[in-house]
């Protein structure tokens, strides 16, 4: 299985950004996630989504502004990010897990992409 993170840039405070997954290969039945991490802090959990797109996960954080979605006959997933704040600055990965749940654990997912960077400025 292969990730391929694409379409973060610079965006002011308050405006949107789509930011898209590519997977390849053997993903039938595979969660996928989003996870950030800024400078000097930890890897964190940002949204996921099971793979019928029934039960999308958020964080905290992002709740009420980001919108994780999947397409598979497209093979990709999306995230859609509302109302960024500069605390939404991070490089942002996806990744690829075999079942729904606990989709905080670090050590469940098999597949990272290679990471994307969104910079919100104030």
């Known amino acids: 299985v292969q990730l391929q993170a694409s379409g973060g840039g610079l965006v002011q405070a308050g405006g949107s950004l789509r930011i898209s997954c590519a997977y390849s290969?053997?993903?039938?039945?595979?969660?996928m996630s989003w996870f950030r991490q800024a400078p000097g802090k930890e890897r964190e959990i940002v949204a996921a989504?099971?793979?019928?797109?029934?039960?999308?996960y958020y964080a905290d954080s992002v709740k009420g502004r980001f919108t994780v979605s999947r397409d598979n006959t497209k093979n990709a997933v999306y995230l859609q990010m509302n109302s960024l704040e500069p605390e939404d600055t991070a490089i942002y990965y996806c990744?690829?897990?075999?079942?729904?749940?606990?989709?905080?654990?670090?050590?469940?997912?098999?597949?990272w992409g290679q990471g994307t960077q969104v910079t919100v400025s104030s």
């Open positions: 989504i099971n793979f019928s797109g029934s039960s999308p």
């Open positions: 290969g053997r993903t039938f039945n595979y969660a």
């Open positions: 990744a690829a897990k075999w079942s729904a749940g606990n989709y905080e654990r670090l050590s469940e997912y098999y597949y």
